[in-house]
Nanobody, 126 residues
């Protein structure tokens, strides 16, 4: 019953930046744990970033630490992923995911999230 709508994907040159947005339905967004995942062709879906309902703490995959920033605006039911210094290896379909406040198995695990967006393509050219 939670709908997630993503935007902001596209094509960017290596070293450039993109910001992804994920708008969520519902009146209790501040209770949602949110995550970003990505999946490259031939690869498993992998964890990218996590944020708690209050906006902290946050966690990141080692491959994106120092380059990506997850944030949220609870007044607008939106979570963001700011991506800087993009590399061709970042090319993937990026997914927004939500947990409505139930205990999670682990913030990096796909099964911890009950709701998923449709995915948005990010392509980084060299």
């Amino acid at each position: 019953q939670v709908q997630l709508v993503e935007s902001g994907g596209g094509l960017v040159q290596a070293g450039g930046s993109l910001t992804l947005s994920c708008a969520a339905s519902g009146r209790t967004f501040s209770s949602y744990v949110m995550g970003w995942f990505r999946q490259a062709p031939g690869k498993e879906r992998e964890f990218v970033a996590f944020i708690s309902g209050s906006g902290g703490p946050t966690y990141y995959a080692n491959s994106v630490k120092g380059r990506f920033t997850i944030s949220r605006d609870n007044a607008n039911n939106t979570v963001y992923l700011q991506m800087n210094s993009l590399k061709p290896e970042d090319t993937a379909v990026f997914y927004c995911a939500a947990n409505r406040g139930r205990p999670i198995y682990g913030f990096e695990e796909v099964r911890s999230y009950d709701y998923w967006g449709q995915g948005t393509q990010v392509t980084v050219s060299s």
